[in-house]
C-alpha cells in the first residue's frame, strides 16, 4: 500500500518549504529530506545552508536532482518524505531538454508506488504575469501541468501564503 501524499503550494518565500518541515517533524516518523536542487552557485549554496539550519536535525537527506526512483524506492511505511522541490526537479529536467511529459510520467508512478508518506513542495507559478521569453513561458507551462497532476493523485493540497496554510483539498483515506 502506499502512504499519503500531501503538496505543498505556493510563492517563492512563501514559507511553503517551513511548514511542510512541520508536517514531516509532526508525522512522528523517520524523516527523509529529497533534496533535488542542483548547486551553481553561492547564492544558491546559502539558500541551501539556510534550509539545513531551519530543518534542524533529525533528518535524513538524500541528494537527487533527477529520479524518483533512486529518492523513493528505499522507504518504507516507516519513513516521511519531504520532496523540496518539484519546481527544482522541473527546472533540472528542462534545462537539460529532457522529455518533461515522460520525465512527469515517471515521478507520477515512483509516487504512487511509494510505500512512505509524502510532502511535496512546488511552486505556484501561474499567479503572475504571462512571461516575456518562451523558455519562461515554457517553464510556467509546465510547471502549471505538474501542479495539476500533483494535486490530482495528493490527498491533501494546501497553498501556503505569507505563512499561512489554506486548505485546497482534503481526501479521507
Known sequence: MSGSVTL???GAASGKSAYAEKICINAGKERVYWATSQIFD?????K???HIVQRGPGWTTIEEAWTAESALNALSADH???MDCATMWLTNHLLAEHDLAEKQA???RQIADCAADLVIV????GMGIVPENALARRFREAQGRLNIALAEIADRVTLVSA???LTLKEADR
Open 80 to 82: 516521511v518524505c519531504l
Open 8 to 10: 505543498i503550494l505556493g
Open 106 to 108: 515517471d515521478l507520477l
Open 163 to 165: 505563512g499561512l496554510p
Open 48 to 50: 541551501v545552508d539556510r
Open 42 to 46: 553561492e547564492e544558491m549554496r546559502s
Open 122 to 125: 512546488s511552486n505556484e507559478t
